[in-house]
């Protein structure tokens, strides 16, 4: 019973270059969460997407990101021309119910930009 | 906006020693998530307590919800209990997703 995961792990990518997150929800779960952990802050939301639909992106920033999860294949967190502030762990939740519910995390991209 | 608070920011303890972290937030909640983050990055989910206390094994979570304030406690601490701890708040009327999170307690744990 795989945990959600992610990959890569690590990902390098220089200024200007597309980096691109994936993301598999645990079995059976059908909720999507993505958040970014900054140098020294905490966590914060970015987006929550269900199977084809984005629910919630309030979150994310305006330009550049966007988030995709197709009917197959995993969960896509898309970054164009990436800048250094991109710079930061992403992780990625999944649940089985949007509420009352405790979130599972995937190991999180290491995303450095040169 | 909720603005979630954890103290202390770094704590080092001796094996064997009973460890408390805590969170306060400023505004009413639906419910309080303690997160454990280790090195290496990867994040589990240890409890989602809305009032009382939640026990799993050398683990305590309680919550005072008049008084905004949430603690962690290990008893019997071990050095593989060394990670950064990270409390969260789920706004009331909200989903369990759009939480508000600590900047988390780094816990060292000496043999």
């Known amino acids: 019973n795989a945990g959600v995961m992610q990959n890569p792990r690590h990902l390098v990518r220089r200024r200007g270059q597309e980096a691109r997150l994936r993301c598999s929800p645990m079995?059976?779960?059908?909720?999507v969460y993505w958040y970014r952990q900054l140098p020294e802050e905490g966590l914060k939301f970015m987006v929550y997407?269900?199977?084809?639909?984005?629910?919630?992106e309030s979150g994310m920033p305006k330009e550049r990101f966007s988030a995709e999860f197709p009917k197959e294949g995993p969960s896509i967190l898309r970054i164009q021309q990436v800048v250094r502030g991109d710079s930061a762990a992403y992780f990625c939740a999944s649940s089985k119910h949007p509420t009352n519910e405790k979130l599972f995390f995937g190991s999180g991209t290491q995303l450095s930009v040169l | 906006k909720n603005e979630v608070e954890q103290s202390p920011q770094n704590l080092t303890a001796q094996e064997g020693e009973f460890i408390t972290i805590n969170c306060s937030y400023s505004v009413g909640i639906s419910a309080l998530h303690w997160l454990q983050q280790h090195p290496g990055g990867g994040i589990v989910s240890l409890f989602m307590?809305?009032?009382g206390k939640k026990k799993h094994g050398r683990l305590i979570a309680t919550i005072n919800i008049q008084e905004k304030h949430s603690s962690l406690h290990i008893t019997a601490s071990h050095p593989r209990d060394s990670a950064v701890y990270i409390c969260a708040a789920e706004n009331s009327g909200g989903s369990n997703y759009k939480l508000t999170f600590g900047k988390g307690t780094l816990l060292t744990v000496n043999p």
């Open positions: 997407l269900q199977k084809e639909n984005i629910i919630d």
């Open positions: 079995k059976g779960h059908s909720h």
């Open positions: 307590l809305s009032s």
